[in-house]
């Protein structure tokens, strides 16, 4: 996403970490090893603060690929309904 995120606004990020925690994400910022994406609505701990991008946009976007017939499954159908347009 950095890359992208670069690449729309004219450079490209020199990246020295990826992580799939956001707490790592959390750590590596308070550490000073550089900046990261979080979602805006996160808590975060002092020390870390939260800026809005203002460009390029950047909004999150969730797909779900299955396989036929799967998605009666009831715990697969449960997580389908959660990315759904207007549900929560």
Do not use: C, N, Q
Request: avoid cysteine; glycine fraction near 10%; hydrophobic fraction near 40%.
């Amino acid at each position: 996403m950095l890359r992208s995120i670069g690449s729309l606004a004219g450079f490209e990020p020199r990246l020295r970490h990826e992580a799939d925690s956001l707490d790592l994400v959390e750590d590596l910022i308070l550490a000073g090893l550089g900046v990261g994406l979080l979602p805006a609505d996160r808590k975060t701990p002092p020390g870390v603060v939260i800026i809005r991008l203002a460009e390029p946009e950047v909004r999150l976007r969730a797909y779900a690929h299955t396989r036929k017939g799967r998605t009666t499954w009831p715990p697969l159908r449960y997580v389908l309904a959660r990315l759904e347009p207007g549900t929560s």
